[in-house]
Structure formats: structure tokens, C-alpha cells
């Protein structure tokens, strides 16, 4: 009789871009929460975009947006959690053939049922390789792992694909108010402070207006992006800038800069069940 074992995908990046002893990073995504401006009062977000740098150059901005998530820690229990390949060039989006993703805070199992019904598309892909050593996902995990109680993970690496193929399958998995959406960006790249702070705020309005056209210099994860607010478009969400900052402001130098941001998107009542 065959045994199958678990496939889960190791973490790449810890100790790069987040610490890789648990106790640490628990302080660490703890303190970055806790530093976070209460959330107002309002709506919970249905969605969000956040950076993926690491935690000392994005983490706090990263933060703003997830402490928005607080009030639905016991309501969350899906996550479709899509970013940009750095590493390996996918035509589409990019399914991980595994079972569960890990940090140092834990497992955290994959919807198998839901993405197992996204491979019909023709867009949807299969690669273990686009993930191995991506990071626009993974230093999202832990702090989805600290907001949250017991979830899954739809993981998505995006690649060559236009918005509506994004869009297509974010509206396959959109659900109700158990699914959160999350999108992995960071903005322009290596430009002098001054430069970088006008071409951000631009992206930044830009999102706001539900924009389908940014491009990779805008921010990296303008595909996914675009898909959110295509469909954004078509179900009259709301957007929100909640933080907009760049390394210059956080923890490097002001000749190089990488920018960052963070949204929340709300959903109309006519949308929310």
C-alpha cells in the first residue's frame, strides 16, 4: 500500500528577509503589529496589497494593513494570496504542487479542493519551481499566521498574464466573508528619494482611481495588481491607501530607494454577505 507524504514547501528567505528562529519572529511581527495605528472605525478590508521587502525595510507598512485585519481573526479560514515570480520566468499563474506552506511559526495547509479546480484554466499553471525560492509570497505568511486563527492558503506565483486572467481567477475564488485577498507589491525601484516619492504617489493614485494599466517599473507586482482592480471595477469596491513610504524612510539610504505601499479594498454592502 502507498503512503503518501505530506509535500510542503520549506521556507527560503528566513533569516534573509525575516528571522528564522520562531520565538524572534513572533517579537518581531508581534512588534510590528502592535506599532500599527489602531484601526479606524470601519469595514473590515475584503482585500489588501502589501510589500514584500524585508520586514526592516517594508514590515511596518506591511503591518498598517495587517492590523486592519484584527477584527476578523475568528472569521478568516481562506487566504488567496498572490505575487510576482522574481526568479523564475511562468507564462500565467503558477500552483505549487504541495500540501502546506512552512515557517518557523508553523504549517499552514493549502485549499488542494479549490486550486485543483483552477487548473481548468488555461492560464493556471503547475510549477514547484516558480515557488521554491520566490519571496513576494512567503514573508506574507507570518504575518497572515499572527492576525489569524485557522486558515488556508491559496498561493499563486504570477507571471506573463494580462489582468483579465488574474481577474478571472480571483473571481473564481472570491467567496464570501471566509476568503481574504492579497496581493504582493512593492512599487518603483532604485530611484533618488525625491524621484521615488513622486512616481510612488502617482502609482499610488493610480490604484486608488482602479487603474488596469500599471507596469513592472510602477510596481512589481503590477499583474496582480491590475487583475485586483479590474475586478475591483466590476464589483464597485472601495480602495483605501493605508501607508505609502519608501527604504529612505525606513532603513536605508536616500540614493537608492525601493518604494512601498499598502491598500485595503472594501466592499459595498450591496456585495458583503
Known sequence: MEHHYPAIRPPAVA????????????????????????SREQAAPKAIIAPHAGYIYSGPTAARAYALLQPLRGRIRRVVLL?????????????????????????IPLDRSAMAALQDLPQV??????????????????FLQTILEDFTL???????????????????????????????????????YADAQALDRATATAILELRTDLDHAQACGATPVCGLTLLARELGLKSELIDLCNSGDTCGDKDRVVGYASFAFHESARHAH
Open 15 to 38: 533569516g534573509l528577509f525575516y528571522p528564522a528562529a520562531a520565538n524572534e519572529l513572533a517579537r518581531t511581527v508581534g512588534t510590528l503589529l502592535a506599532a500599527a495605528p489602531a
Open 83 to 107: 505575487g510576482p515570480t522574481h526568479r523564475v520566468a511562468v507564462r500565467g499563474l503558477a500552483l505549487p504542487d504541495a500540501d502546506s506552506f512552512r515557517t518557523p511559526l508553523g504549517d
Open 125 to 142: 499553471v503547475v510549477s514547484d519551481a516558480a515557488h521554491a525560492k520566490e519571496h513576494s509570497l512567503e514573508v506574507h505568511l507570518p
Open 154 to 192: 491559496i498561493p499563486l506565483a504570477v507571471g506573463d498574464a494580462s489582468a483579465a486572467e488574474v481577474a478571472q481567477v480571483l473571481r473564481l475564488l472570491w467567496g464570501g466573508d471566509e476568503t481574504l485577498v492579497v496581493i504582493s507589491s512593492d512599487l518603483s525601484h532604485f530611484h533618488r
